[in-house]
């Protein structure tokens, strides 16, 4: 059973693949949070994250707190387009009852457009050079059921607890995002939203909670592009990943 997190694709592909490999079935976490599914059983289980601001998306450590896992391999990959930073550690921490056998890190292209520009394919390029090698790197490894207890490269847990955390909640605010002329209210964005944050209102999408889990789904989704967040996102493109359906 592979559990995963994804706004934009990069995980559910990552997800998809672990799962064709070992004959099981990828389930996204925001389902499971609709569904009230939170306890889980298979020989292997694995949990496939992005990295947000060198640690765990919301949505992610939530829904960690709140699992069981009974298994007897649990490994944790995340996706990242810099470094996975704590959020190996992070993600052990949150887990109640064991550790985590295994750890693997893949880079792809990094969907927060505030500050990385994926504009143009090769820009998004130049994200997955190694991708292939890093999958299938993580494939034998869970094939073989490898056990190793820390993820690489990381970021000590000690400056995402007092510096990248306090960044990514002040980030999720809703308050930065804006809605262009564009917008045709099609709804996309509100159907979406893993943690119905969007409500569309007289055709016009309108955040309805203080905080979301900043994943950007709905600025990626977008098919006028009419979503945007802060000053930068429009130069910087939409991504989504080209392998799956988001």
Not at 50 to 61: A, E, H, K
Not at 111 to 130: C, H, I, M
Request: glycine share 8%; with cysteine.
């Amino acid at each position: 059973m592979i559990l995963y997190f994804s706004a934009t694709g990069n995980c559910k592909y990552v997800a998809q693949r672990l799962a064709e490999a070992e004959g099981q079935e990828a389930l996204s976490i925001a389902d499971c949070f609709r569904q009230g599914r939170f306890a889980f059983a298979d020989e292997a289980i694995g949990v496939v994250s992005p990295t947000y601001d060198l640690g765990l998306p919301s949505i992610v450590r939530e829904f960690l707190t709140r699992a069981s896992f009974q298994t007897a391999y649990l490994y944790f990959v995340a996706t990242c387009g810099t470094t996975p930073g704590a959020i190996g550690a992070m993600a052990n921490r949150a887990i109640r009852g064991r550790e985590i056998d295994a750890y693997y890190c893949v880079r792809m292209p990094d969907t927060w457009t505030p500050t990385f520009d994926l504009s143009t394919p090769e820009k998004v390029a130049k994200y997955t050079r190694n991708t292939a090698a890093e999958i299938d790197r993580a494939l034998r490894g869970v094939r073989a059921r490898r056990v190793s207890r820390h993820m690489f490269p990381r970021t000590p847990a000690i400056f995402t607890d007092l510096i990248a955390g306090p960044i990514y909640e002040r980030v999720r605010r809703t308050e930065h995002f804006r809605v262009e002329d564009g917008c045709v209210g099609c709804g996309l964005c509100a159907r979406k939203c893993p943690v119905q944050a969007i409500e569309m209102r007289n055709g016009r999408p309108v955040w309805v909670r203080d905080k979301c889990v900043m994943c950007l789904g709905c600025l990626h989704r977008c098919p006028k592009f009419a979503i945007q967040y802060g000053r930068r996102t429009q130069k910087h493109g939409q991504y989504a990943n080209p392998n799956v359906k988001v």
